[in-house]
């Protein structure tokens, strides 16, 4: 759904700062195909990474941000921006080394202590997030905003 400027203006501004990319690779093919990135971000741009994904344009960020301040406890959180794995990749993948890697290294990196991310309802994601105990906070249609301790 996006051009490559536009992948490459994003990777540009999210993987500045305190940020880390975990890329898979089939190197028999020399294809990509797993990634996953997080930033230590602060409320404001949180809400604007929120609102320039495609998939979820037109949503409501107001009643997101609200609620996200509530639960926010520093000026930053480690933010998870993006995940994706290849269809013919996902049951060889292992998410928890393609997500846990870049939320723990930009969490010693910034000292942040909280994750917050999206999901479409019925994904991995959101499932893994519920066994990890970490509730949505928010909901838009199926939409689901999550915020979670990285403590413990």
């Known amino acids: 759904y996006y051009s490559e400027q536009e992948i490459n203006m994003k990777l540009q501004l999210e993987l500045s700062g305190h940020c880390s990319i ?61 995940l994706g794995v290849d269809k013919n990749y996902r049951h060889t993948i292992s998410l928890e080394s393609l997500i846990v890697f870049p939320i723990a290294s930009v969490a010693k990196a910034s000292g942040d202590q909280q994750l917050v991310f999206w999901s479409v309802a019925q994904t991995c994601i959101a499932q893994i997030a519920k066994k990890v105990g970490i509730a949505p906070f928010y909901q838009q249609d199926n939409l689901l905003f999550f915020c979670g301790s990285l403590a413990g």
Request: glycine share 12%; proline share 0%.
């Open 22 to 82: 975990r890329v898979c690779i089939d190197v028999q093919r020399e294809q990509v195909v797993g990634f996953c990135w997080a930033q230590s971000l602060g409320i404001e741009q949180i809400g604007l990474c929120i609102e320039s994904v495609k998939y979820v344009e037109g949503a409501v960020f107001q009643g997101v941000k609200k609620c996200l301040g509530q639960r926010l406890t520093g000026k930053t959180a480690v933010y998870l921006h993006d």
